[in-house]
């Protein structure tokens, strides 16, 4: 059963493997399709960073239960430059590298956590949570 | 891997299937320019049906090729977007493809047809001698 799998970004290709196997695991678990997607576009957000700022990383995707509830957590980690502000880099339109500055803002809006420790010179640890949509299956007679 | 590129009389149609690298991004752009400037194409279709995840790198890239290609002259629609790519573009940022959108492929020619009569230079090519 997948439970836990680990991806090693570092080349730029690598974030279509984490996204792919992030949709997997979404879809083992039962996620509704647009909560797969919103979760595959986060993880794509978040390897195409390490690959971009931080010279490569590695994600991991876990399965989180809870009461009622299943998640999936991400994890992504690198030992690169840091973020220098993190307020700053969450803002819609910052980017350091000339981009649309709108994956992060993104990965909080499509997640329903988000985590993030960071240490100049040191490096950077993301950690985002989605939860599947809970559906009660109600008993209907007729 | 190298994207084509059709021609169906002065609109050019290209379908973006994959993940694009750094390196095939400039390619495609590249090519679509010169594929606008050898036709002088009107118009530009980029048909995204097999995207299954739009971030915000592609988002980007489909802008910039997009603004170019109006930059020498074509209109630009971006069709065959999945509902759940459209409903993530959405939450993870309003306008985020900054180009218009069309459901399916009829719908965005059928667009592209409208916007190149409206801008009224439909006969231009015809008319070169009476300038
Ligand atoms: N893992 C990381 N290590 C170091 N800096 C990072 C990392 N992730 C993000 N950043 C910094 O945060 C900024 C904002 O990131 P964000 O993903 O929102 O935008 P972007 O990557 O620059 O552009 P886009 O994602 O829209 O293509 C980046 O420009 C970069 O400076
Ligand atoms: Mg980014």
């Known amino acids: ?125 993301i950690r985002a949570c989605k939860w599947a949509a809970i559906i009660q299956t109600v008993e209907r007679q007729c | 891997m190298r994207i084509p590129i059709l021609r169906l009389g002065d609109i050019l149609l290209t379908s973006i299937q994959v993940d694009l690298t750094d390196a095939e991004v400039m390619q495609f752009q590249t090519d679509v320019l010169h594929a606008i400037a050898d036709i002088e194409a009107r118009g530009l279709v980029i048909e995204i049906t097999a995207l299954e995840v739009v971030d915000s790198f592609m988002a980007r890239t489909i802008n910039d090729t997009a603004n170019m290609a109006q930059m020498i002259g074509a209109e630009v629609v971006v069709c065959g977007m999945r509902p759940a790519v459209a409903l993530t573009l959405i939450e993870m940022g309003r306008g985020l493809i900054g180009v218009e959108t069309t459901f399916n492929l009829n719908e965005g020619l059928a667009r592209l047809n409208k916007k190149i009569a409206q801008r009224g230079d439909s006969s231009l090519t015809d008319d070169e001698d009476a300038v």
């Open chain 1, 1 to 125: 059963m997948l439970e836990s799998v680990r991806v090693s970004i570092s080349e730029e290709i690598h974030s279509a493997e984490a996204r792919r196997q992030a949709l997997l695991l979404a879809q083992h678990l039962g996620f509704g399709r647009t909560d797969a997607y919103y979760l595959a576009t986060a993880v794509t957000e978040l390897a195409t960073n390490l690959f971009r700022h931080a010279g490569g990383g590695e994600i991991q995707l876990r399965t989180l239960t809870r009461q009622n509830a299943v998640g999936i957590e991400v994890i992504a980690h690198d030992t690169g430059p840091g973020i220098a502000n993190v307020e700053q880099a969450l803002r819609e339109g910052f980017s350091t590298s000339g981009g649309l500055g709108c994956g992060l803002p993104g990965v909080r809006r499509l997640m329903d956590e988000l985590e993030i420790c960071s240490e100049m010179g040191r490096g950077t640890r």
